[in-house]
């Protein structure tokens, strides 16, 4: 039987350019060959409308879709659900406290720190279009 595979995982924003380069440099992924971003004072036709991140393999991970509203998540509670969410993991506490200083550096906002854990070390973060996502500590990482 022919199973449909994963191709990406795909978020929807109101600024794709932005959202992709969070993710980007959080990352370290790259653009997949023409969604690269344009010289500076060049328009950017594909950041307004549709962008793809490859990982470090050249696989497809993440798209973004330009939107023209989205509602920011009010995850754990309000009218706004997650719906999706990212799970990032690191092999330990200290690495969690350096993607902590970097994922705020490059934009995103911490909704629940809950790094000293004893049983599930993590922090959980909205990127800068509002989508949660956790960075937490997995030893096989």
Not at 38 to 56: I, S
Not at 99 to 105: K, M, S, V
């Amino acid at each position: 039987m022919d199973l449909p595979t994963l191709r990406q995982v795909v978020l929807d924003t109101t600024d794709a350019r932005a959202l992709a380069e969070f993710y980007r440099a959080l990352l370290g992924y790259t653009y997949v060959p023409g969604d690269e971003p344009p010289a500076p004072d060049e328009p950017d036709p594909k950041g307004a409308d549709w962008l793809v991140l490859q990982d470090r393999s050249g696989n497809r991970a993440l798209a973004f879709q330009q939107v023209p509203a989205l509602p920011k998540a009010t995850w754990p509670e309000g009218p706004h659900p997650q719906q999706l969410h990212l799970d990032l993991q690191v092999p330990t506490r200290e690495s969690l406290d350096t993607q902590h200083t970097r994922a705020l550096t490059l934009g995103a906002h911490l909704i629940r720190d809950e790094a000293d854990d004893p049983v599930e070390s993590l922090r959980i973060y909205a990127d800068p279009s509002g989508h949660p996502f956790c960075i937490f500590v997995a030893p096989d990482a």
